[in-house]
Nanobody
Framework: QVQLVESGGGLVQAGGSLRLSCAAS????????MGWFRQAPGKEREFVAR????????VYSDAVKGRFTISRDNAKNTVYLQMNSLKPEDTAVYYC??????????????WGQGTQVTVSA
């Protein structure tokens, strides 16, 4: 069992930056791939980024490629999402996911509660 707690969301102007964190409980963090997803009002949840268990492989959605960076610190059981050049269309609740695999369509086995990111024009 893995518990995930996101933090770092907030209100930012377009062009600004935020860094989200996702802290995981348990001693098996290094076994799991991690991912970030988001859900905007009235829309389905969508894939944002994922990172392998070692941190050696990352994948991004086309919508955030070049602006967002996913990373992890296995010593701290934490995964991060650095978001730069934010746009109003990035406004959403951002969710952290963990699993043996992170599917871009269905996510992972475990989910956090989400953190709100609002980007004003």
């Amino acid at each position: 069992q893995v518990q995930l707690v996101e933090s770092g969301g907030g209100l930012v102007q377009a062009g600004g930056s935020l860094r989200l964190s996702c802290a995981a409980s348990g001693r098996t963090f290094t076994r799991y791939a991690m991912g970030w997803f988001r859900q905007a009002p009235g829309k389905e949840r969508e894939f944002v980024a994922r990172i392998s268990s070692t941190g050696g492989t990352t994948v991004y959605s086309d919508a955030v490629k070049g602006r967002f960076t996913i990373s992890r610190d296995n010593a701290k059981n934490t995964v991060y999402l650095q978001m730069n050049s934010l746009k109003p269309e990035d406004t959403a609740v951002y969710y952290c996911a963990a699993g043996r695999l992170i599917s871009t369509s269905s996510g992972g086995d475990y989910w956090g509660q989400g953190t709100q990111v609002t980007v004003s024009a």
